[in-house]
T-cell receptor, first 111, second 115 residues
Framework: KQEVTQIPAALSVPEGENLVLNCSFT??????LQWFRQDPGKGLTSLLL?????REQTSGRLNASLDKSSGRSTLYIAASQPGDSATYLC??????????FGTGTRLQVFP | NAGVTQTPKFQVLKTGQSMTLQCAQD?????MYWYRQDPGMGLRLIYY???????DKGEVPNGYNVSRLNKREFSLRLESAAPSQTSVYFC??????????????FGPGTRLTVL
């Protein structure tokens, strides 16, 4: 069964910490993987898109890696800030054309 | 440049009533999508449209119909609303005509309650 899991479900860290969010998928036959952030009561904002042939993507303080063989993607946030507080979601499009979102990691960065 | 807009923002329906959720994008994107978000379930794709004039079912299409009216607009219709359709509905769009292969742009969502 194709599934996407995000652990932990919630994370609270002090400002300035470097942190890693995890996304695991059960089938390595993926087409791509996309990371999003969602602020309370709002829609999703796309952060990074990794194609299956890529190993990582970077945007500012964000770096996302992809390891298909281990079924894992990580989102690295450097020097976290209170403005990074949000729910982070990953979504996997499989080669079967199935699209699955994880349930997210709720991040709080406190001053 | 408004991006993706959705109307209404909130709606309360009684079981059996019908309604249409409207979505429009002004980015000249080819693909458009409808998702629902439920607590503990993650987002689930209802329908998508990879180009004007085409629509395809996603993971949870039952109880919904869609219309890709033109390149800008993609509507979602509930013919006979049920309490199980209480959810937050998001519309999204992306540039490429091959679906979910590039950056997705989301609207602000419609909160629907069915009593």
């Amino acid at each position: 069964k194709q599934e996407v899991t995000q652990i932990p479900a919630a994370l609270s860290v002090p400002e300035g910490e470097n942190l890693v969010l995890n996304c695991s998928f059960t089938d390595s036959a993926i087409y791509n993987l996309q990371w999003f952030r969602q602020d309370p009561g709002k829609g999703l904002t796309s952060l990074l898109l990794i194609q299956s042939s890529q190993r990582e993507q970077t945007s500012g303080r964000l770096n996302a890696s992809l390891d298909k063989s281990s079924g894992r993607s990580t989102l690295y946030i450097a020097a976290s800030q209170p403005g990074d507080s949000a729910t982070y979601l990953c979504a996997v499009k499989y080669n079967t054309d199935k699209l699955i979102f994880g349930t997210g990691t709720r991040l709080q960065v406190f001053p | 440049n408004a991006g993706v807009t959705q109307t209404p923002k909130f709606q309360v329906l009684k079981t059996g009533q019908s309604m249409t959720l409207q979505c429009a994008q002004d980015m000249n994107h080819n693909s458009m999508y409808w998702y629902r978000q439920d607590p503990g379930m993650g987002l689930r794709l209802i329908y998508y449209s990879a180009s004007e004039g085409t629509t395809d079912k996603g993971e949870v299409p039952n109880g919904y119909n869609v219309s890709r009216l033109n390149k800008r607009e993609f509507s979602l219709r509930l013919e006979s609303a049920a309490p199980s359709q209480t959810s937050v509905y998001f519309c999204a769009s992306s540039e490429f005509s091959e679906w979910f292969t590039d950056t997705q742009y989301f609207g602000p969502g419609t909160r629907l309650t069915v009593l």
